[in-house]
């Protein structure tokens, strides 16, 4: 692929670009990870985690990519048959991981662009029987941003029943308040929205997926969420953590914190607006023909799916945008060649997302995208 990237014009739908001082962090002495050194560091990582997921209670931490905490989610906490929310190749993905964990899936899908609504969660549940609902809160195929605090209150309705979120893209962007809102698990990567490296997962879990978690036999060994919990009650991990990695995520966390959180939400709102209405305006006043993938109303603050016109493909115009000194997202899974994806997420700008938006104009613009 040709193109050098300017700096700051690195817009995948994850990973996200990182700051170069949160870079620098992880350039630091080695230590041993059962001393106070690493329990000061864990406990820092923990408590800015804490403020980001709305939870009173420590936050797991994972060396590896968070479909290891998904996968968990579904060992520890679905005894036998999981209700899987399907809008997306990611949701779609959780209920593969269900099935390959040997439980049963039902699954409720709707268009891929669309978000579920809690209506239909709540006609689901009332005729099927299971134990968990799965559902992924920023669908990063699509753009679409599931409303995971009435589907919460629509399975609230049947108290054995847990709600297990897939928040890849939304922790970090969008509001989250895994405590208020009933979640019973979380989870997340470091190298979305979080904007940094790749290498860490981060889950919150209630004590009522715990307790469902120790009576279950085989929820194995490296993905037993009941020894993470017991080790995090600790200031540690229940295996060797990525020391490096989590020092990149304490600077991080230090610098979101001076932003505060609700800047930083509204920030990624927006950053999305900004996108919609670019897109919507080169079809209103230029004739292109472009849309958004999700409707108003549905959209990701963190990641928006543009459909691309007639002839043109994802990959092509992604790698015309790549010639221009910007990196975004062809489409994903059957959505491919359909749309590109341009991930405004972390700690981005305003500013960044208009230049790489002139990229692609440009790209839709001309012939081949040249």
């Not at 209670?57 to 209700?83: D, H, Q």
């Not at 037993?224 to 295996?239: C, E, F, I, M």
Request: hydrophobic share 45%; proline share 6%.
């Amino acid at each position: 692929m040709s193109g050098d990237v300017r700096p700051g014009g690195f817009f995948l739908p994850g990973p996200t670009e990182v700051d170069p001082a949160v870079l620098e962090a992880q350039v630091a002495p080695v230590f041993g990870h059962r001393g106070p050194e690493a329990e000061a560091l864990v406990g820092a990582v923990d408590r800015g985690l804490r403020a980001a997921f709305g939870t009173a209670r420590p936050v797991l931490l994972g060396t590896m990519s968070a479909t290891g905490f998904m996968e968990a989610a579904i060992r520890c906490g679905v005894k036998r048959r999981v209700l899987c929310l399907v809008n997306g190749a990611f949701s779609a993905r959780f209920a593969r991981i269900a099935r390959d964990c040997g439980r049963e899936v039902e699954t409720l899908e709707v268009p891929w662009g669309r978000a579920v609504d809690p209506d239909e969660v709540a006609a689901r549940l009332a005729a099927v029987e299971v134990d968990a609902v799965t559902v992924v809160h920023s669908e990063t195929s699509t753009g679409a941003l599931n409303p995971v605090r009435e589907i919460a209150a629509a399975v609230a309705r049947h108290p054995e029943v847990l709600v297990l979120v897939d928040s890849v893209t939304g922790l970090g962007g969008v509001e989250m308040a895994a405590d208020a809102w009933g979640l019973d698990a979380v989870i997340t990567g470091s190298q979305k929205a979080l904007a940094m490296p790749p290498g860490l997962a981060f889950a919150a879990v209630s004590d009522r997926l715990l307790a469902r978690a120790a009576t279950l036999p085989d929820r194995g060994f490296y993905l037993d969420l009941v020894r993470y919990a017991d080790q995090a009650a600790r200031g540690q991990t229940p295996t060797t953590p990525a020391l490096t990695l989590l020092q990149a995520a304490r600077a991080q966390l230090g610098r979101m914190e001076r932003e505060t959180l609700r800047a930083r939400w509204d920030r990624h709102a927006r950053m999305a607006e900004r996108c919609h209405r670019r897109v919507e305006g080169w079809r209103r006043d230029h004739g292109l023909d472009v849309a958004v993938l999700a409707p108003p109303g549905e959209r990701s603050p963190t990641v928006t799916a543009i459909r691309v016109p007639p002839g043109r493909t994802g990959p092509e115009l992604a790698e015309a945008v790549r010639n221009r000194g910007f990196v975004i997202g062809a489409g994903y899974g059957p959505l491919k060649n359909e749309t590109v994806r341009v991930g405004h997420m972390g700690d981005h700008t305003e500013a960044e997302l208009d230049a790489v938006l002139d990229a692609l104009d440009a790209a839709l613009r001309t012939p081949g995208g040249g």
